[in-house]
């Protein structure tokens, strides 16, 4: 099994700056590919960035140059650092990752991964 615990999330003003953290225990495993998923009231979930063990990253065309996902192997911790954001970021953000996962995903696999935290709040005013 694996646990994964997210922080960082807030409330901010649009333009605004927020770097979510998502550290993994238990059966953890650097080569495993991790993501971030969001959910917004009312809407389906999403998925935002993803990224492999060998740093290849893939990105939502809606946060394509505003986010930026990265991994700390020594730490086993998962960051989302996300500027420029806008009210439509406004959700609930999980961090996930999969056993099976080697190579960068699709961000719309990422709904299928194995392992989710439980989420962090962002909440971003006009």
């Known amino acids: 099994q694996v646990q994964l615990v997210e922080s960082g999330g807030g409330s901010v003003q649009a333009g605004g700056s927020l770097r979510l953290s998502c550290v993994a225990s238990?059966?953890?495993?650097?080569?495993?590919?991790m993501g971030w998923i969001r959910q917004a009231p009312g809407k389906e979930r999403e998925g935002v960035a993803a990224?492999?063990?060998?740093?290849?990253?893939r990105y939502a065309d809606s946060v394509k140059g505003r986010f930026t996902i990265s991994k700390d192997n020594a730490k086993s911790t998962l960051y989302l650092e996300m500027n420029s954001l806008k009210p439509e970021d406004t959700a609930m953000y999980y961090c996930?990752?999969?056993?099976?996962?080697?190579?960068?995903?699709?961000?719309?696999?990422?709904?299928?991964?194995?392992?989710w935290g439980q989420g962090t709040q962002v909440t971003v005013s006009s």
């Open positions: 996930a990752t999969d056993w099976a996962c080697r190579t960068v995903p699709e961000v719309k696999a990422l709904l299928e991964f194995d392992y």
């Open positions: 238990g059966r953890t495993d650097s080569r495993h590919c």
């Open positions: 990224i492999d063990n060998n740093g290849n990253t």
